[in-house]
């Protein structure tokens, strides 16, 4: 009986032309994509360090949490992308569209969202404090403004999410 060779693992997608030192892929920069991720990065900044600069307890915790976690994985991401080193990620880098797509879609949407209802219910629950009068610490503002910059990064992640959902099911292998 003869044997069939195994699948073939599908080689990464191709990015900038390989050169001895570092250089930034320009293309992915000016992309939607790449100005998605900008987006993200300034506004899940602007959201973790709001919450973080001010007292914060309970729930918040999980929120300040997942926020810096997403950030921190969208860095990679762009660091990354910008690169044009997704090919040594191990396992990832072959697949580097879907990788996108399920952290935008998965843990952007769904982590900013989470993060993004605590910080609205905290801060319905501190709205008696911006009253004329009131003199200790209110922390209103602080998780009003913490989540509307999460509900707008949650809306940047679903659009670069669906950016990349529309560029898979083009059969496009690449991100931009």
């Not at 900008?38 to 729930?59: I, M, N, P, R, S």
């Not at 209802?117 to 004329?132: E, F, T, V």
Request: some cysteine.
């Amino acid at each position: 009986m003869a044997r069939t060779a195994p699948p073939a693992v599908p080689p990464p997608p191709p990015g900038p032309p390989a050169r001895g030192s570092l250089s930034l892929h320009r293309a992915y920069l000016r992309s939607p994509l790449g100005l998605l991720r900008l987006g993200q990065l300034v506004l899940g900044a602007a959201f973790w360090v709001t919450v973080a600069a001010h007292k914060y307890e309970g729930a918040a915790h999980f929120a300040l949490f997942a926020a810096v976690l997403v950030w921190l994985l969208t860095l990679a991401l762009f660091g990354l992308s910008l690169l044009g080193r997704w090919a040594l990620v191990p396992w990832l880098g072959s697949r580097w569209l879907l990788t996108n797509l399920v952290h935008d879609l998965a843990l952007g949407v769904g982590l900013y969202a989470a993060a993004t209802g605590i910080m609205g219910y905290k801060a319905g629950r501190k709205s008696y404090c911006n009253l004329p009068g009131y003199s200790q610490q209110c922390l209103y503002g602080a998780y009003l403004s913490a989540s509307i910059c999460g509900g707008i990064t949650a809306f940047l992640y679903l659009f670069s999410g669906l950016y990349c959902l529309l560029r898979r099911c083009r059969d496009q292998r690449d991100i931009i």
